[in-house]
T-cell receptor
Framework: ETGVTQSPTHLIKTRGQQVTLRCSSQ?????VSWYQQALGQGPQFIFQ???????GRGNFPPRFSGLQFPNYSSELNVNALELDDSALYLC???????????????FGPGTRLLVL | AQSVTQLDSHVSVSEGTPVLLRCNYS??????LFWYVQHPNKGLQLLLK??????LVKGINGFEAEFKKSETSFHLTKPSAHMSDAAEYFC???????????FGAGTRLFVKA
């Protein structure tokens, strides 16, 4: 069974650019959540997707957007990059129907984004 | 509103001695609580979870945590630390039926030989 994978592993962008990060869910999982982890901090919830629809969102501006595909893989898009967007971006999948709290989230290794 | 406070940013123990990592939470609803561990350059791994069953929860690698509603606490313990336990630990809360996952700021555990 393949775990959660993310690509790319590292990325360098300049301020104002746009970036797309990708995540492949663990087999059988239909829910994907995205997190931003700044250096020395805990992950911050960005949003969650369930069956291709956004199921909930944290306190992130609209320039953070996402997609979930029929195979439950997902993308995180960030427009107009700012220096503060530099962070580790984590994707997590779970088998929860609608994001039930009782389900464990399985995390990918993350994509480290540096904005210059 | 829900929140998580990890009371110690760093904890240092000697190998073979007990570990205590403290977590307090605030939740308007019955929460589900989790502890995750993050080793350097590795993904987050679930240690254990509480979902309104037994208040004492046993996890992997000898860790356990006790849910105390009256104290709104969910402290993580291990009787005997091992060098391989050195990592960052996160306490996490999710409201039952909700989707928003709240992580604490993390506790860095150092284990001395």
């Amino acid at each position: 069974e393949t775990g959660v994978t993310q690509s790319p592993t590292h990325l360098i962008k300049t301020r104002g650019q746009q970036v797309t990060l990708r995540c492949s869910s663990q087999s059988g999982h239909n829910t994907v959540s995205w997190y931003q982890q700044a250096l020395g901090q805990g992950p911050q919830f960005i949003f969650q997707y369930y069956r291709e629809e956004e199921n909930g969102r944290g306190n992130f501006p609209p320039r953070f957007s996402g997609l979930q595909f029929p195979n439950y893989s997902s993308e995180l898009n960030v427009n107009a990059l700012e220096l503060d967007d530099s962070a580790l971006y984590l994707c997590a999948s779970s088998p929860a129907a609608g994001g039930g709290a009782w389900e464990t989230q399985y995390f990918g290794p993350g994509t480290r984004l540096l904005v210059l | 509103a829900q929140s998580v406070t990890q009371l110690d940013s760093h904890v240092s123990v000697s190998e073979g001695t007990p570990v205590l990592l403290r977590c307090n939470y605030s939740s308007s609803y019955s929460p589900s609580l989790f502890w995750y561990v993050q080793h350097p350059n590795k993904g987050l791994q679930l240690l254990l979870k509480y979902t309104s069953a037994a208040t004492l929860v046993k996890g992997i690698n000898g860790f356990e945590a006790e849910f105390k509603k009256s104290e709104t606490s969910f402290h993580l313990t291990k009787p005997s630390a091992h060098m391989s336990d050195a990592a960052e630990y996160f306490c996490v809360v999710i409201n039952t039926g909700g989707f928003k996952t709240i992580f604490g700021a993390g506790t860095r555990l150092f284990v001395k030989a």
